[in-house]
């Protein structure tokens, strides 16, 4: 198991800043993968970046560019950096863990989440 603890979120004007952290319990080369998803009110739960344990990543579409997911080892921290804030980024954001044992068993973990609010 691992146990997953955010902070950072918070209310920011559009074209500000927001760095996210994500804390694990657990030595961070021992997760398959992180990621930080988001859910708008109303919406479904979506990706917005992810990283391996190889440390690759990947980015929605909409964050590209704005957004920089990295990793603190030391820390076992996982961070969402967010730039160029906009009001559509508006969402409680959530910090995900993915761990695939040797036989193929998959679980995951899930933080308590932490709003964001952009305001326009």
């Known amino acids: 198991q691992v146990q997953l603890v955010e902070s950072g979120g918070g209310l920011v004007q559009a074209g500000e800043s927001l760095r996210l952290s994500c804390a694990t319990s657990?030595?961070?080369?021992?997760?398959?993968?992180m990621g930080w998803y988001r859910q708008a009110p109303g919406k479904q739960r979506e990706l917005v970046a992810g990283?391996?344990?190889?440390?690759?990543?990947s980015y929605a579409v909409s964050v590209k560019g704005r957004f920089t997911i990295f990793r603190e080892i030391a820390k076992n921290t996982v961070y969402l950096q967010m730039v160029s804030l906009k009001p559509e980024d508006t969402a409680v954001y959530y910090c995900?863990?993915?761990?695939?044992?040797?036989?193929?068993?998959?679980?995951?973990?899930w933080g308590q989440g932490t709003q964001v609010t952009v305001s326009s």
């Open positions: 657990r030595s961070i080369f021992s997760i398959t993968a």
């Open positions: 995900n863990a993915e761990i695939q044992t040797v036989d193929g068993l998959r679980s995951n973990y």
């Open positions: 990283i391996t344990s190889g440390g690759s990543t």
